[in-house]
């Protein structure tokens, strides 16, 4: 697949409404803006899991007690679809995430482009790309965790599912958590469909109080599989140490 033939992905990034997304971000911690990818395209990533030459690592969860599945994450260069989601992607949640900063008192600001952003990553040593497959058989699941790799952590991130629930597999939704001050956790338990879109925080996102905004812990994972074999696209957007 090459670069002409992201004319549907765009039309599709098009007809998200960065308000609309804003907005479910705020009001319950996560937003489903709708199919990201079409059913080949999700076969065509998807395929990519067994050729070993596209990752620069390969973990197991089961020996370090991650849950229960292997990932992997991709080398660079990047195949041109996953290279194009997340430049494509990027400034529009660059957006989001600065008006989060200035909410949260954050100093720190978030460059306007991808490639802005991943060369001060790289200044700071965080050169290893972070894009992955993740795939799941019968009996795996993703334990809670956040996805940072380094002191520079972008605050969101994309994940897009490349099979298709009840025919590919049962069972196997997102999981995400969120803590509050004072505040015992709340969870959510998020099906996709093929080819659908989830972006949510990868770690903190600033939540409305009473006595002003305040910082809200999230956690992300799977649930069990029961049957069959999950497949998804993890969009990560910092690099890693």
Known sequence: MTSVEFGGIDRRLARWDPAALEEQLESRGHALPGRLLAARECQALGSLFERDERFRATIDMEPKRYGRGRYRYFANPLPPLVAHLRE??????????????ERLGDAGRFEPSLSAFLARCHREG???????????????????????????????????QLTEPERDFTGGAFLLTETRPRMQSRGWSIPLARGEALVFPNAVRPIATPRGDARATTRHGVSEVLSGERTTLGLIFHDAA
């Open 126 to 160: 965080q050169e290893r790309p972070t894009p992955l497959l993740l795939r799941y058989g019968p009996g795996g699941y993703n334990r809670l965790h956040q996805d940072v790799y380094g002191p520079i952590a972008f605050p969101l991130q994309v994940v897009v």
């Open 88 to 101: 494509a992607l990027y400034p529009s949640l660059a957006a989001i995430a600065n008006r989060w900063q």
